[in-house]
DNA sequence: ACAAAAGTGTTGCTGTTACACCCATGG
DNA sequence: CCATGGGTGTAACAGCAACACTTTTGT
């Protein structure tokens, strides 16, 4: 009878970052079954001596061998059927990384970062906790979670870049003149002195963010 | 060893409300050991067959005997000493409700409303568990959550109530004439023709949320 | 009449929007 | 020299901030 009160639970990694401002996501392909072959989100089972702070940490350290950044915790999936063999409780993460700092990562664990608007096949119920997930993230940036804002550009970076990301998660197009002077004249970016120089075209002013100036700033 | 991942859960369920303006939270009194005579958050364990929010409505209901309510999940927690006992993992839900329908439903079971900002003494880790929550409540308010604002302000309210109860969560005053301005030139509210009447003082115009307005709008 | 609470107008400032052409680089 | 992508100015409008006195009611 008290037996059934005890649940799996399993600690669920949603990794984000972006490239060329798109959202991009990171995933693991499954080795084993069931859903083998399958991408599938990072996650470890949780046992009954760790915290799911820490859980996440470890998961998200085997995924990137990188030990901070900035992840907090988002929904937790409780439907009975989320996988064929048992009930898991899956309580998931969101962490925000550097995706050129995982780049080089990808040694024979099958791990690839994916546009959030171009999934592949994923098992369990991850597409569902995907897409959910992924809402909650674009609503934050939108509605003003600096910290976030700066999680996913923690280095230099153009204001075109940064336009793109904000006009993918809004999904609708920015003046590219007001868009300038609003960052440059609230001087909520700071000019590096640097430019970039890939492929054509004229090179971009490379920007870091003003701290000071984020702080608590509503965008 | 398998039994080391089977995890104790429970739901938690923090149900707010506005008294004049105050931020109320609705707690229970706690009638056998551990923490007798203290107050606590309304609580139920998790079975194996019931999903979180299925179990957080049939709290929901047990306290206010309501069945519909704006009602979302917030944070877990997990920490390894949070019940003398066992280890019991918590999933907090927030509830909004109007304090005035539950006013009448405390019979015999010893529930209260509590100002968030003067508690009384609680039980578990509930005090710390309220301070978080009660924190994103307020961030979400500030920060431009509409359905919640529409959800503590259902029906008929003044707009020197709405003005105190943005000063209460922001933690600081607003300039009245301007707060006025605002809703009544946007259009934000809209005047139901009725007054208060209560006590000394010039009445109050009654007003409701304009919805159409409210939609998106970034207040 | 007085105490309590609600209602209201003006002005300057700051940020947003709408709009189109020029500049720097690589091929 | 052309294709690609980055950088820029101005004017009208909307919302925000700062400021104090009047009106309506109950006692």
């Given at each position: 009878m008290e037996n059934s009160y005890y649940n799996l639970l399993e600690t669920l990694l949603l990794i984000y970052s972006v490239d060329e401002g798109k959202l991009k996501i990171y995933l693991k392909k499954k080795q084993d079954e069931p859903y083998k072959g399958y991408w599938t989100l990072p996650s470890a089972p949780l046992d009954t001596q760790t915290t799911i702070e820490e859980n996440a940490h470890k998961i998200y350290k085997s995924m990137t061998n990188l030990d901070e950044t900035y992840m907090f915790q988002s929904k937790v999936f409780s439907d009975l059927n989320r996988d064929p063999n048992n009930r898991i409780i899956g309580i998931s993460?969101?962490?925000?990384?550097?995706?050129?700092?995982?780049d080089i990562k990808q040694d024979n664990k099958e791990v690839a970062w994916f546009d959030v608007e171009e999934l592949p096949k994923l098992g369990f119920d991850h597409a569902n906790?995907?897409?959910?997930?992924?809402?909650?993230?674009?609503?934050?940036?939108?509605?003003?979670?600096?910290?976030?804002?700066?999680?996913?550009?923690?280095?230099?970076?153009?204001?075109?870049?940064?336009?793109?990301?904000y006009e993918n998660v809004l999904g609708k197009p920015i003046d590219r003149r007001n868009f300038h002077k609003k960052y440059v004249n609230q001087e909520l970016v700071i000019d590096t002195g640097f430019k970039t120089s890939k492929g054509s075209g004229r090179p971009g002013t490379l920007y870091r963010f003003n701290l000071e100036k984020m702080k608590g700033k509503r965008i």
């Open positions: 993460f969101i962490a925000i990384t550097d995706k050129t700092l995982t906790i995907i897409e959910e997930v992924t809402k909650e993230v674009k609503r934050k940036i939108i509605v003003n979670y600096n910290d976030m804002l700066l999680a996913f550009f923690p280095s230099d970076f153009t204001l075109p870049e940064l336009q793109n990301f």
